[in-house]
């Protein structure tokens, strides 16, 4: 299962949401500006990087940003 750790405000975490969708991935979306434990274990995954969106499969970060771009948190 996938993770991704984005805000409802950043178009680059809305544009990650939509491919994965598109391309049928099962996901879990945390919105790290209301959830302060999501925000909490984003940090730790990236090592204190307040950059959204981030996907993380099996515990491992595996992307960070869409297309080269982000939004910071």
Same mark, same amino acid.
């Given at each position: 299962?996938?993770?991704?750790?984005?805000?409802?405000?950043?178009?680059?975490?809305?544009? *990650?949401?939509?491919? *994965?969708? =598109?391309?049928?991935?099962?996901?879990?979306? &945390?919105?790290?500006? *209301?959830?302060?434990?999501?925000?909490?274990?984003?940090?730790?995954?990236?090592?204190?990087?307040?950059?959204?969106?981030?996907?993380?499969?099996?515990?491992?970060?595996?992307?960070?940003? =869409?297309?080269?771009?982000?939004? &910071?948190?």
């Amino acid at each position: 299962m996938l993770e991704l750790y984005g805000t409802r405000n950043c178009p680059y975490t809305a544009e *990650l949401r939509a491919d *994965l969708e =598109w391309r049928g991935e099962s996901f879990i979306e &945390y919105d790290v500006e *209301l959830d302060d434990e999501a925000l909490r274990r984003m940090l730790e995954l990236t090592e204190g990087r307040r950059m959204v969106p981030v996907l993380v499969k099996e515990g491992r970060v595996v992307q960070t940003g =869409w297309q080269g771009r982000g939004c &910071y948190v």
